[in-house]
């Protein structure tokens, strides 16, 4: 009667002595992904060239948050602001606090706060203006964060012609969001990467926030460099920016727009509670 008993005893031991599946590793997991996509054209791997300049994939995907003071001013808009943005890199829900807001060249300072999360965009108090929260809310993140978030879902990538810029010949790539890809799929941007060093130089963008455009549609330009790296946590980001319009004959304008980032980490805590709108915040919808 103890013989189906020991066996029993046998086959259950064998069970727990075989082999134990590993969980994925998620890093590894959004890295091959992101690189399957990066590879199906010379776009893609000119992108996937510039974000190993940068620091490359697995850096990117192992940091939970960016965080930074990013300040914004825009002569034509007659606007300056400073805020302390942290978002989270998988959700890319962001918070900011603002402190400085107002006409370019005679901000004033502020106790304010202000959110996005993919759905919802809201300001604190209410009274204030500007920055829409709801382009804001993740524009500054977004460009601080090119190459890496151009690895993301739903971006197509076209190899462009060599092309020279201040007396460098650059690497050209532009890059523009599938139909639904966030508030403004009709932005593209166009990376200028060093041939040798893979570093980002410099971009073309366009701000199709607010325009029925389908996605890639021919906007007008914005040139902006990109300068001053600086290496955190792995990731080798700009902290300082200059914009320049671009004329319709390729040529550089007037200048437009600056920003500068400081206080970089990629490692800071997120905080959920700060995505709660407070009573009395302001919504703002697509316009």
Known sequence: ????????????????????????????????????????????????????????????????????????????ADLRFKSFLV?????????????????????DEVEARFAWDGEDAWIYPATIEQPNPRFWGISGYYFQQIPFVLADPGVNYERLPDEELDGQTNEMVRTYFEPGVGDSPGDAYTLYVHPESGMVEAIRYTVSYGRDVEPGADLPETLMYYEDFETVD???????????????????????????ADSISFQRPFDASKMEAPEGARFVDLP
């Open 1 to 76: 009667m103890r013989t189906p008993t020991l066996l029993l005893i046998a086959l259950l031991i064998a069970t727990a002595c075989g082999p134990v599946e590993e969980e994925p590793d998620p890093v590894a997991t959004q890295v091959n992904e992101a690189t399957e996509r990066l590879t199906q054209n010379e776009g893609g791997e000119l992108v996937l060239k510039a974000i190993e300049a940068h620091g490359g994939l697995e850096a990117w995907f192992s940091a939970p948050t960016s965080s930074y003071t990013w300040e914004y001013a825009n002569v034509d």
């Open 87 to 107: 978002a989270d890199n998988q959700t890319r829900h962001v918070y900011h606090d603002l402190t400085l807001t107002g006409p370019y060249d005679n901000p």
């Open 234 to 260: 792995g990731l080798t980001t700009a902290t300082s920016y200059r914009g320049y319009d671009f004329t319709e004959d390729g040529q550089q304008g007037d200048f437009k727009n600056e920003a500068f």
